[in-house]
Every structure is written in C-alpha cells, then in structure tokens.
T-cell receptor, first 113, second 112 residues
C-alpha cells in the first residue's frame, strides 16, 4: 500500500471511446502528478498540480485532459486516443515541491485498440 | 542537454552477492537524488534519497554513494535476494526545479 490509489488498474478502450483514470492520495500531500511509462523509455511527466492548480503541462496532446478537484484527487480524462498511447499511466504525489520525494501509485495499464 | 542515465540496462547477480547499480548525471546544479525500485506490474517505490551535502547514506541493506566530482551516483544492495529483482531508477532534482528527472532504469535479476 503506497498511499496513492489508482483505478482502474487495467483499461482497454477503443479509439473513439471516452474514459477516465482516477487517482486518490491518502498522504496529505498537496502536489499531484501524472506520468506516462512506455516500454524501454524513461518516465515522461505529463501534468503537475499543486494545491489544485495546474503548474505543468509537458506538451501533452489535448486528447489527454487532467482534472484536479481537490488536493487528494486527480483524474485523467481520455478521448480519441491512438494505439501509441497504450502505456502505464502513473499517478504520484508529494508534500510540497522543492526537494520532496514523489510517491507513486501502482499505475493504470491502458491499451488502446 | 542535461540528462540522467544508467550505465547498464541489465545486471545479473547470484543470491547473496552484493549488487551495485550505477547512475550518471550531467546537471551540476542537481542537489537531490532519489533511487526507486519498480517491480513487475507495480509502480516505482521509493528506496532511499541523498542530498548533495552528503556523499553516503545508508538504509536497510542499501547504501547510496554520491560522487559530485564525477557526477556519479550508485546504489549498493547488500546480500541481494530474489525479492530484489526489479528495475531500479535514479532521479535527480536541482534547486531550480521541483520536477525530478528520471533515468531509463537498470533491470536487476537475482538468480537463486
């Protein structure tokens, strides 16, 4: 149990579907992150929220839409994805920003067909 | 550009041996370093961290060494066990950024 819970753990969706990934952190942190992890690639930062405000959008295509209703919850809305978007999507959180460790959830495995 | 990288993609060791996983970084402003372990099908798990004002830090069976002169970081695992088999990532942050930069990862395989 990492304190960061992601659902669903596995998702298969068609290219015309709309789905959402959910993340909840129970650590009292104020910053939350979405990362993408593809095979044989470093972790790619997608979005960062600090106190519910988006502070980083790492040139992510608009078919990925984040939502952060409060400091404990983070969503990633998915729409008209491509097969190359298939990857492990990791949510993470940290207390503050500078010099604080990021704690990851178990990830959501996404397959786009 | 600035980068964080790992010297070896795969490291195979026998159970009971000591393992050393290396990481090079190029950002001289990096002042905080973290090691993560990622087991198959799971998210990265924090192992140990070190700040640039230290050159060594020990945890339970793990030691991180930092050599700022050559911008090198290593993770030493003592008496490696099959449960240590995983991908290990190093990450670094500089004071000017709150986002860590991750390396590609080294796969550690422990043979019983």
């Amino acid at each position: 149990e990492t304190g960061v819970t992601q659902t669903p753990r596995h998702l298969v969706m068609g290219m015309t579907n709309k789905k959402s990934l959910k993340c909840e952190q129970h650590l009292g942190h104020n910053a939350m992150y979405w990362y993408k992890q593809s095979a044989k690639k470093p972790l790619e930062l997608m979005f960062v929220y600090n106190f519910k405000e988006q502070t980083e959008n790492n040139s992510v295509p608009s078919r990925f839409s984040p939502e952060c209703p409060n400091s404990s919850h983070l969503f990633l809305h998915l729409h008209t994805l491509q097969p190359e978007d298939s990857a492990l999507y990791l949510c993470a959180s940290s207390q503050g920003q500078l010099g604080n460790t990021i704690y990851f959830g178990e990830g959501s495995w996404l397959t786009v067909v | 550009g600035e980068s964080v990288g790992l010297h070896l993609p795969t490291l195979s060791v026998q159970e009971g041996d000591n393992s050393i996983i290396n990481c090079a970084y190029s950002n001289s402003a990096s002042d905080y370093f973290i090691w993560y372990k990622q087991e198959s099908g799971k998210g990265p798990q924090f192992i140990i961290d070190i700040r640039s004002n230290m050159d060594k830090r020990q945890g339970q069976r793990v030691t991180v060494l930092l050599n700022k002169t050559v911008k090198h970081l290593s993770l030493q695992i003592a008496a490696t066990q099959p449960g240590d088999s995983a991908v290990y990532f190093c990450a670094e942050k500089s004071g000017g950024s709150y986002i860590p930069t991750f390396g590609r990862g080294t796969s550690l395989i422990v043979h019983p």
